[in-house]
């Protein structure tokens, strides 16, 4: 089972380590008593969302034989205006550029992702509405 450690230093910065020994700090806005020496916590989820799938994405690509040259994923979250202020809507976008990439062999990664592997995103399924597009720019 996944874990993590929490651990307060100071302010409203909070350093996290994962049992895969990696760490990120994570901090708030000046605005509310941080010192914005880190990540915000749901910023963490939309890199989550985007981390995830796009893993998905891009070794699908690659058994798929696809020459994938660069590859960007933007994701951008809209949140509630009443506390708890959850995300209610996050619109996901994957840019890929390459070679000869196969329109159908693009839309198939990313539906799979999306629709079946990414449990980033099916965690977050029922509490946000999660939509995404992509755009494919032949070099």
Do not use: W
Request: charged share 30%.
């Amino acid at each position: 089972m996944p874990e993590a450690r929490i651990k307060y230093t100071d302010g409203l910065q909070f350093v996290g380590e994962a049992d895969s020994g990696h760490a990120i700090v994570m901090d708030g806005d000046t605005g509310v008593g941080g010192r914005d020496t880190g990540l915000r916590p749901m910023e963490l989820l939309l890199l989550g969302i985007g981390g995830c799938s796009g893993m998905d994405v891009i070794s699908i690509l690659k058994k798929k034989r696809q020459d994938v040259t660069s590859f960007e994923i933007g994701v951008n979250g809209k949140k509630a205006d009443e506390y708890p202020k959850k995300f209610t809507e996050i619109d996901v976008e994957y840019i890929i550029k390459g070679r000869n990439l196969s329109d159908e062999a693009v839309k198939r990664a990313i539906d799979l992702s999306m629709e079946k592997y990414c449990s980033v995103k099916a965690t977050l399924e029922g509490t946000a509405k999660i939509n995404y597009t992509y755009k494919i720019i032949q070099e």
